[in-house]
């Protein structure tokens, strides 16, 4: 009776923390500040937290009992038997754009994830949160001649922001060494798309059009992996895992809007609006992921990862001249603690460094009138350090991302983030001794 009260204790508190993280998510703006993310959906979020982020994405193969790993649901069952994590975090990225002679510096920061984690049995475990699935950030213009008149210029102007949330709640079961774990989620959220042109001279009306996608709708994914003592004396061990997630349609609302403004006013004159919403033009892709770790003693762990997303079949998206592709990512990391029984704080931390590479999921158009795309170069490095109870831990990641365009006259993007966690590990269910 204890445990089960326990457990709905647990189910509560998962309640209340995804609805106040879902809230506080959609009430702010995202960290995110690039003018590829008007494509698309924007920019993915891969179910990353801050370790998995130092280790450079990795997670079909990732099982350790200190890490929330919504990226593969058969890892939940890695977690002790006698305790409930908690992991949230918040992010904090600058980006510097280039484009020819142009360039473009910002500082942006948010909320990033909120996840739990905690067993029901010594065989089964319950995982829920809330992840970003996307984010749409970005804010550019160009100044251009007027057709027919070599005095006077206009300006155009694009905004973008919002993004969609991924809700999960995940269990898993293990059975020796095998574990196989199910996340059902919920995808929802909005973006918002602002295009305006100034012309200014005498007479003129600036055109300003606004267009909202509105997304909700659910979807699943399971996850495997298999761990294989090598010696256990040693703490020798190897780990390979797979997810798959079938392709699932969503429930969207597109909301096109026309205004027009006079010259040097702000207010806006409605000229038309359609409203368009559909069960079948948006979706998300089917997708699968695979991958392994080595763990030597307990000090040393390396690993890789490779995911799939067809997203060339996302027909939904080809609009404004984008095209979606297949998306590919590969990624490599590994973690050290130099002392894990030692008594100071630097010789318990855990120490990760990680490498990634993709594709850009969406070809954007480029001023030859072709569609072209980017590749995505990521370097992290990252700290665990243990609280004082050594069990929690604060999570802190550093990570390097450099968007490589394929054709030239493409903005070329550097960002650097900073990623801060905290961990949480609680002995809810270690019984008190009374002597």
Do not use: C
């Not at 908690?86 to 996840?115: C, F, I, K, P, Q």
């Not at 089964?124 to 949160?129: C, D, K, L, P, Q």
């Not at 000229?271 to 699968?288: A, K, N, W």
Request: no cysteine.
């Amino acid at each position: 009776m204890i445990k089960q009260k326990k457990i709905l204790s647990y189910l509560l508190s998962a309640g209340l923390l995804t609805a106040g993280t879902a809230g506080a998510l959609s009430a702010q703006s995202n960290s995110d500040r690039s003018p590829y993310s008007r494509f698309g959906y924007g920019t993915l979020g891969m179910r990353q937290t801050a370790t998995t982020r130092a280790l450079g994405g990795i997670g079909a193969g990732l099982r350790d009992g200190l890490v929330v790993n919504p990226a593969n649901p058969a890892s939940y069952t890695a977690v002790d038997s006698m305790t409930f994590i908690m992991d949230l975090a918040v992010s904090l990225r600058g980006s510097h754009l280039a484009e020819g002679g142009n360039r473009d510096s910002r500082v942006l920061g948010n909320l990033d994830y909120a996840t739990i984690l905690f067993p029901v049995s010594h065989h089964i475990a319950v995982s829920a949160g809330i992840t970003p699935f996307s984010t749409v950030g970005y804010r550019f213009g160009s100044l251009e001649k007027l057709q027919g008149d070599s005095q006077n210029n206009y300006q155009r102007t694009y905004l973008g922001q919002g993004g969609f949330s991924d809700l999960y709640l995940g269990v898993a079961g293990r059975i020796g060494g095998f574990s196989l774990g199910v996340n059902g989620s919920y995808v929802f959220g909005y973006t918002t798309q602002e295009r305006q042109v100034y012309i200014g001279s005498d007479g003129a009306s600036n055109p300003f059009y606004r267009t909202q996608l509105q997304l909700k709708g659910f979807k699943a994914d399971i996850g495997a992996q298999y761990q294989l003592d090598l010696d256990k004396k040693k703490g020798r061990s190897l780990v390979v895992g797979a997810t798959f997630a079938p392709e699932i349609k969503l429930r969207s609302t597109l909301i096109d809007q026309h205004f027009l403004s006079a010259e040097n006013s702000r207010q806006l004159v409605p000229e038309s609006s359609d409203t368009i919403s559909s069960r079948s033009l948006h979706h998300v892709p089917m997708s699968y992921s695979v991958g392994a770790t080595y763990r030597h003693s307990e000090s040393l762990l390396v690993g890789a990862g490779f995911t799939y997303m067809q997203w060339a079949k996302a027909t939904g998206l080809a609009q404004d001249g984008a095209a979606p592709r297949d998306h590919y990512r590969v990624g490599l990391g590994a973690e050290w603690i130099p002392d894990p029984r030692g008594r100071g704080l630097f010789s318990r931390s855990r120490y990760r460094f990680g490498l990634s590479g993709a594709n850009s999921y969406m070809l954007v158009p480029t001023s030859s009138g072709e569609q072209k795309g980017y590749n995505e170069l990521t370097a992290s490095v990252g700290i665990g350090m243990p609280l004082i109870d050594r069990r929690s831990l604060v999570n802190i990641t550093v990570d390097y991302k450099y968007l490589t365009p394929q054709a030239t006259g493409m903005v070329r993007e550097h960002s650097l983030g900073l990623t801060v966690g905290i961990l949480f590990n609680e002995n809810w269910f270690r019984k008190a001794r009374i002597n």
